[in-house]
T-cell receptor
Framework: DVKVTQSSRYLVKRTGEKVFLECVQD?????MFWYRQDPGLGLRLIYF???????EKGDIPEGYSVSREKKERFSLILESASTNQTSMYLC???????????????FGQGTRLTVV | DQQVKQNSPSLSVQEGRISILNCDYT??????FLWYKKYPAEGPTFLIS?????DKNEDGRFTVFLNKSAKHLSLHIVPSQPGDSAVYFC??????????????FGKGTLLTVNP
């Protein structure tokens, strides 16, 4: 079974702190994603990575950065946490299989981040 | 600009009846569509998918229909069971460039199946 593991289920951080959310997948997937889920807004893409050291902005990248130094690990960084970044953060991975990409993405269990 | 739209925030059905969840999209470059199910405090789990070269895909109680001309897809669950109560997300995939395939999600529909 594919496993996507997020380092924390729950986090509480203070405004202005630098926050690291870690995600590891064990299936050698090329693509990895970070989403946030908020009530009434669905899953919104923050950043995704299609290879080691490669990244592309999603729909809401402001206030975030990412790092992918190894294929299995994709980190989301909140440079200076703010209360409007309180959310559920979801990491996903997916293999690349050509055109069209007919594979599903696998999600981690999510990290509920609260910024106070 | 929302490219994947789920216009019904919630749906309530009786156990044993059919649940129909709808999804519309605007980007004609989308070529693969997926449905996910999500329980509270858990990550989404994959349910079923369909390629743009097909108009129907079936897996047990779940069937997805794709109408490309209308840019519309639907998920049918028959018969519905109380354990199906969850938020259902529609997602679509398009090439972003090279091997970059971006997954875009709708806002979700909360399905409640009443015993």
């Amino acid at each position: 079974d594919v496993k996507v593991t997020q380092s924390s289920r729950y986090l509480v951080k203070r405004t202005g702190e630098k926050v690291f959310l870690e995600c590891v997948q064990d299936m050698d997937h090329e693509n990895m994603f970070w989403y946030r889920q908020d009530p009434g807004l669905g899953l919104r893409l923050i950043y995704f990575s299609y290879d080691v050291k490669m990244k592309e902005k999603g729909d809401i990248p402001e206030g975030y950065s990412v790092s992918r130094e190894k294929k299995e690990r994709f980190s989301l960084i909140l440079e200076s946490a703010s209360t409007n970044q309180t959310s559920m953060y979801l990491c996903a991975s997916r293999t690349y299989s050509g055109s069209p990409a007919n594979t599903e993405a696998f999600f981690g269990q999510g990290t509920r981040l609260t910024v106070v | 600009d929302q490219q994947v739209k789920q216009n019904s925030p919630s749906l309530s059905v009786q156990e044993g009846r059919i649940s129909i969840l709808n999804c519309d999209y605007t980007n004609s470059m989308f070529d693969y569509f997926l449905w996910y199910k999500k329980y509270p405090a858990e990550g989404p789990t994959f349910l079923i998918s369909i390629s743009s070269i097909k108009d129907k895909n079936e897996d047990g109680r779940f069937t997805v229909f794709l109408n490309k001309s209308a840019k519309h897809l639907s998920l049918h669950i028959v018969p519905s069971q109380p354990g199906d109560s969850a938020v259902y997300f529609c997602a679509a995939s398009a090439r972003s460039g090279g091997s970059n395939y971006k997954l875009t999600f709708g806002k979700g529909t909360l399905l409640t199946v009443n015993p």
